[in-house]
């Protein structure tokens, strides 16, 4: 079993309009870290946020904001009033108490923003 | 920029031949990680680590192996290379096993 589901393949959405991407995690460990990247065209990996599994507080910064809920294992990501600049492909990752070295990455979301 | 630094960027190759990707870890970090992402299996663990002895495996092939020098920068060498290796290959680096992992720009290897 995926121990990190990105269901969605792909989203288009317009410039401006608000997207969601959605991630749910599967793990038998209290403690644990979630964290989503983004990776732009260009193909390298950049950090966005990293959360352990005690701090289910909602987070933003600018544009973006997470929302980790425990009772639904998800730990999802929205953009606001989304940008040209924002099109790329999202992973979501988990990793667990047993083994904090090793990352689980979801399949990814490709975001396409059109202008 | 990350501050981990990979080489080279692109690398094209024989099935068959040997290639030693080389990783860099920001400044400070004793923890790399090398991933492999592919269209077929996404991004992969490949083995991580950490202040030059290995700590993790995932789904490392007994053709790939890895090591990671007294001055912390890694190579991650591949051998008797098949088609299916073709991929992009991620290096990451952390301070210790807890923290965020950053990641470097990648090697895109082709073999042909």
């Known amino acids: 079993a995926q121990k990190v589901t990105q269901a969605q393949t792909e989203i288009s959405v317009v410039e401006k309009e608000d997207v969601t991407l959605d991630c749910v995690y599967e793990?038998?460990?209290?403690?644990?870290?979630l964290f989503w990247y983004k990776q732009p065209p260009s193909g390298e990996l950049v950090f966005l946020i990293r959360?352990?599994?005690?701090?289910?507080q909602n987070e933003i910064s600018g544009r973006y904001s997470w929302n980790f809920q425990k009772s639904t294992s998800s730990f999802n990501f929205t953009i606001t009033a989304s940008q040209v600049v924002d099109s790329a492909v999202y992973f979501c990752?988990?990793?667990?108490?047993?083994?904090?070295?090793?990352?689980?990455f979801g399949s990814g979301t490709k975001l396409n923003v059109k202008p | 920029d990350s501050g981990v630094t990979q080489t080279p960027k692109h690398l094209i190759t024989a099935t068959g031949q040997r290639v030693t990707l080389r990783c860099s870890p920001r400044?400070?970090?004793?923890?790399v990680y090398w991933y492999q992402q592919s269209l077929d299996q996404g991004l992969q663990f490949l083995i991580q680590?950490?202040?030059?002895?290995?700590?993790a495996k995932g789904n490392i092939l007994e053709r790939f192996s890895a090591q990671q020098f007294p001055d912390l920068h890694s190579e991650l060498n591949l051998s008797s290379l098949e088609l299916g290796d073709s991929a992009l290959y991620f290096c990451?680096?952390?301070?210790?096993?807890?923290?965020?992992?950053?990641f470097g720009p990648g090697t895109r290897l082709l073999v042909l």
């Open positions: 959360r352990n599994s005690f701090d289910e």
């Open positions: 680590y950490y202040n030059g002895e290995e700590r």
């Open positions: 990752a988990l990793s667990e108490e047993y083994n904090f070295n090793k990352f689980y």
């Open positions: 793990t038998r460990d209290t403690t644990y870290y």
């Open positions: 400044s400070g970090d004793l923890s």
């Open positions: 990451a680096s952390s301070v210790d096993k807890q923290e965020t992992q950053y």
